[in-house]
């Protein structure tokens, strides 16, 4: 019983660093960095970027569902295909970082792409219909 506080600490501690680990490990800032570069681009209407991006992630990326999406997407040949391979790509990395937002981050979700994404914090950019929808979401809270 003298132990219990002790215990109950120590188990507390090991699961917020399982926790941090889990998080940075999945979401490698270099993924991070360049899934953001993709998201931009969509909610902007280009593919500037995206093939390569996409094989920049598939290079970092610690978890192999989200290298398998990556390079998915780096093959799109249009802007709806490459919409649609954003959205794996999208659900892998909301997966790797336990759907909460890292610091600086949102999570916005468009129910009419039936969809989720992560974006820079500031004003909505939709990638799933850039220009023509561009504010359609809801950040998450």
């Not at 109950?8 to 570069?37: D, M, N, R, W």
Request: charge should be positive; aromatic fraction near 6%.
């Amino acid at each position: 019983m003298k132990n219990t506080p002790r215990i109950f600490f120590q188990l507390l501690f090991a699961a917020c660093l399982f926790t941090a680990v889990s998080i940075s490990h999945a979401a490698a800032p270099g993924a991070l960095e360049s899934y953001l570069k993709i998201q931009d681009a969509l909610a902007s209407d280009s593919m500037d970027a995206v093939a390569a991006s996409s094989l920049e992630i598939s290079k970092s990326a610690t978890s192999e569902k989200i290298k398998k999406a990556a390079l998915a997407l780096s093959k799109a040949a249009d802007i709806k295909s490459t919409r649609l391979l954003f959205k794996s790509l999208s659900a892998e990395m909301l997966t790797s970082v336990n759907h909460k937002a890292p610091s600086g981050l949102s999570i916005v979700t468009c129910e009419m792409a039936h969809a989720s994404w992560l974006q820079k914090a500031g004003p909505v950019r939709n990638p799933y219909y850039g220009k023509s929808m561009l504010e359609c979401g809801e950040v998450q809270k």
